[in-house]
């Protein structure tokens, strides 16, 4: 099987598998409050996704380069379904726990794709192979919350559930038949701890760092979006949703028709400092817009550099990890976005509390030290500071 035909497989599964996550956000949070889950439980719940996605998903990555990728994505892919399938089920909120766990058991398949993705990638265009696999995302994101508002407005959580894991499980199956088996590539190096890639490879600690500080930025954003614009411009859900739905398709746009472009003419150093200070200027403009369309303007800034920062990012972090370690990078660098998520929302919420503008400024000043600190050479066999 050619690599366009690997790659349109891997494409498909994690737009199906992500198509059929995204069906469940808008459901979760409203279902747990109908059960009279109180704010904390409905959080706890919510975050113990992130928290098991945190500790398994480097387990996932190096279990892959150790068997092959294929059987890791296959399995992972069928327990999300799984997850998507119990959820269906949930009548009260034990249900709906176990439904998460399950979910961040098996959510290392995305991690493991990308591995895959830049195995298949000659070394002069994983930035674009990254965007593409980025944009799988993004489409199931954008696809994913609508469909599932709907079911859920017709069949409530039922129908979204068998829906949803009908959909993964599909993933599961083209992953199943689509991808070959390959045998793995001999480890000169084994590894001695989740985070030992980290202290062996020279340089990537530096760029692992900025990496989990673009996912910090985002949480923090997220966490507190919809109560900025709420108390600043006395907007609501309907805002909120055009502005992440605007964000998402712009994010595909760059991700599939100019990264291209990026990739021929800047070096993934300067593309990454570049989109962390777009980043950190749409920040810095989001607590003070005085309309929605200054929302726009802001949410152009950060969508434009967080679009090209996360392809980039994997881009840079798989340039400098031996190819036999692809699967374990791409597990720490799914844990480390997962701890973002963790972190990222609580600390928000506090600072926001004692001012509106305190996170914002707080994530731009984050997201400017880390363009400052890109290393500028990202030759694998160069010595570069750890």
């Keep these: 099987m050619n690599k366009v035909r690997i790659e349109s497989a891997l494409l498909a599964l994690v737009f199906l598998d992500l198509l059929g996550f995204g069906m469940l956000i808008p459901d979760v949070q409203i279902r747990l409050d109908s059960m009279n889950v109180p704010g904390w439980a409905i959080g706890a719940i919510l975050s113990s996704m992130f928290v098991v996605q945190t500790l398994v998903s480097p387990l996932w990555g ?167 614009i709420k108390a600043r411009l006395g907007l609501g859900q309907l805002e909120f949703g055009l502005i992440f739905a605007y964000e998402s398709l712009l994010a595909l746009v760059i991700q599939v028709a100019l990264l291209k472009f990026v990739e021929k003419r800047w070096s993934a150093s300067v593309a990454l400092k570049a989109s962390y200070v777009l980043m950190g200027v749409g920040l810095a403009l989001f607590p003070f817009a005085p309309t929605l369309a200054m929302l726009f303007v802001a949410s152009t800034a950060y969508a434009t550099g967080s679009s090209v920062a996360s392809p980039t990012a994997n881009t840079l972090c798989s340039t400098l990890t031996p190819e036999s370690r692809q699967g374990e990078l791409f597990g720490l660098l799914q844990s480390a976005r997962s701890f973002g998520f963790l972190v990222g929302p609580v600390l928000g919420g506090r600072l926001f509390d004692a001012s509106h503008a305190s996170p914002y400024l707080l994530a731009t000043a984050v997201c400017l030290l880390a363009a400052l600190v890109v290393p500028m050479r990202t030759d694998p066999h160069a010595e570069v500071p750890a």
């Design 62 to 228: 190096r279990f892959s380069d150790r068997i092959g990728r294929k059987p890791v994505i296959v399995v992972c892919t069928l327990l999300s379904a799984g997850a998507m399938l119990l959820y269906a089920f949930a009548r009260d909120p034990a249900l709906v726990l176990g439904s998460r766990i399950l979910a961040g058991l098996g959510a290392a398949n995305v991690a493991v794709a990308q591995a895959y993705v830049s195995d298949l990638a000659a070394s002069g265009s994983k930035l674009t192979a990254m965007g593409r696999i980025g944009a799988a995302i993004s489409a199931g994101l954008i696809a994913g919350p609508a469909l599932g508002g709907v079911l859920a407005h017709i069949g409530q959580n039922f129908l979204l559930g068998i829906v949803a894991g009908s959909f993964s499980a599909t993933g599961a199956l083209v992953a199943w038949l689509l991808l070959p088996t390959v045998q793995p590539v001999k480890q000169e190096v084994k590894p001695k701890g989740n985070w030992d890639l980290l202290k062996t490879v020279p340089g990537l600690a530096r760029v692992f760092l900025v990496v989990a500080v673009g996912w910090f930025s985002l949480a923090t954003l997220e966490g507190t979006f919809g109560r900025l």
